[in-house]
């Protein structure tokens, strides 16, 4: 059973903290997700014993929330309607914190309030919000980060250094491999972000590889030093951005038209960055929120 979530009203950015033990005037009483509705295209010919499965879809989750008021007199309960009657707006969208996850949903209908004098008055009142999340999947609350590019130390401190050494030194080395791992441990297929930074020098056509895949995104600029690109492939969100002295820009322009939209396959992907030139100053980092169908935990 879910014993505490937080609401957000994106557009007000508003939160509405609900608990059955935490909170003080807004209390929850149950809240229900429901599930995923799934539909299986299917076809059968003469003679086929049972059917042939030939594709899948989703449909969208609907969430119930049920809750009580609290007050202590008359103005405080006609207050505190007032707030959840401006808060659940249904044609605003609101996001529910669940411990590390979060769902988008709209209201399908405005606030319900109880009928019953015992349960709509002075001091208490029970009010009841539907909604249906467009996308059903839960999300991680941050992003996980892979950075692919990472710099390895070649030597522990202490260090003496003699003194007129004329010798110059390594203190860090840039891998030598440019192959990694990101690991999806979400339920489905999710898009990223990828972020090229030319760190210092000049970095020509950046170039992100999905090996298993076959799959590459690739830009077509020559990146200054200080000058990052950001590409989402998530859909719905679909962007190429690129940023440089502060300045942010469109740079969708630059994308190479064999490029494809990534998305990393759950469980291990592996990956490969390249440039034309100046590899060594580029540093490559891959941002990815997980995706999942059930979260619910014991509280």
């Known amino acids: 059973m879910v014993q505490d979530i937080t609401l957000s009203n994106v557009v007000l950015e508003t ?13 929850l009483d149950s809240v229900d997700w429901g599930a995923i509705q799934a539909s299986h295209q299917q076809y059968k010919y003469i003679g086929q014993k049972g059917v042939t499965i030939v594709g899948h879809t989703l449909g969208t989750r609907d969430i119930e929330i049920k809750g009580w008021v609290i007050a202590k007199t008359e103005q405080e309960m ?31 209908e405005t606030i319900k309030y109880g009928t019953k004098h015992s349960e709509n008055n002075d001091i208490i009142c029970h009010w009841v919000v539907d909604g249906i999340a467009p996308d059903p999947y839960f999300k991680k609350v941050k992003d996980s980060t892979f950075i692919a590019s990472a710099v390895d ?35 489905i297929p999710t898009g ?30 020559t990146l200054h030093t200080g000058e990052s690109v950001e590409i989402d492939t998530n859909r719905g969100n679909r962007t190429v951005y690129g940023t440089i002295e502060d300045v942010r820009q469109n740079y969708f322009m630059y994308k190479d038209l064999g490029s494809s939209w990534i998305e990393l396959d759950v469980g291990k992907n592996e990956m490969n960055y390249t440039a034309e030139e100046g590899i060594d100053m580029l540093d ?14 014991c509280y």
């Open 153 to 187: 130390g070649m030597f522990v401190f202490p260090l003496t250094i003699k003194n007129n050494n004329i010798d110059s030194l390594v203190f860090g080395g840039h891998k030598k491999t440019t192959i990694f791992d990101a690991y999806n441990s979400g339920h």
């Open 284 to 297: 490559v980092t891959i941002d990815l929120n997980y995706r999942y169908q059930e979260v619910q935990q």
């Open 15 to 27: 939160n509405l903290p609900l608990s059955m033990v935490d909170t003080e005037y807004y209390i």
């Open 78 to 108: 006609t207050e505190r309607k007032m707030l959840l009657n401006r808060f659940f707006n249904p044609l605003q969208l609101i996001t529910l914190y669940y411990s590390d996850y979060s769902i988008d949903f709209y209201c399908q």
């Open 192 to 221: 990223f972000k990828v972020t090229f930074y030319a760190r210092s020098g000049i970095v020509k056509n950046p170039k992100l590889i999905h090996i298993n895949k076959q799959q590459y995104i690739q830009i077509n600029k």
